[in-house]
Nanobody, 130 residues
Framework: EVQLVESGGGLVQPGGSLRLSCAAS????????MSWVRQAPGKGLEWVSG????????YYADSVKGRFTISRDNAKNTLYLQMSSLKPEDTAVYYC???????????????????????WGQGTQVTVSS
């Protein structure tokens, strides 16, 4: 059974930091392009960050560039999102999502910034408030 389980969310003050984790199981994690997607209260899904299946390249939405860092450990089947300088507008449910690397795509550079993933986690709440 394919499973993605996020953890690490919580309440943090503006300017603070949090590290999210996403544990993967039931599929070949190293063959999947991974992303973090968030949904703020009353709003739609927003792609936040993506990472190539090898971990060789990372990509960010303009809204989080310079503040968030995505990484993965393929040996541990785990995806991470280090969030710093958090703002109230970062308040959202954060989901990890995975897409099988398309045939012929470059495992070091290919990423996906859409919302049509093969697998989704259940989400973890991040609240930034004083």
């Amino acid at each position: 059974e394919v499973q993605l389980v996020e953890s690490g969310g919580g309440l943090v003050q503006p300017g603070g930091s949090l590290r999210l984790s996403c544990a993967a199981s039931g599929f070949t994690f190293s063959s999947y392009v991974m992303s973090w997607v968030r949904q703020a209260p009353g709003k739609g899904l927003e792609w936040v960050s993506g990472i190539a299946s090898s971990g060789g390249s990372t990509y960010y939405a303009d809204s989080v560039k310079g503040r968030f860092t995505i990484s993965r450990d393929n040996a541990k089947n785990t995806l991470y999102l280090q969030m710093s300088s958090l703002k109230p507008e970062d308040t959202a449910v954060y989901y990890c999502a995975g897409l099988a690397l398309p045939v012929g795509a470059n495992s070091n550079t290919y990423y996906y910034a859409g919302l049509d993933y093969d697998s989704w986690g259940q989400g973890t709440q991040v609240t930034v408030s004083s």
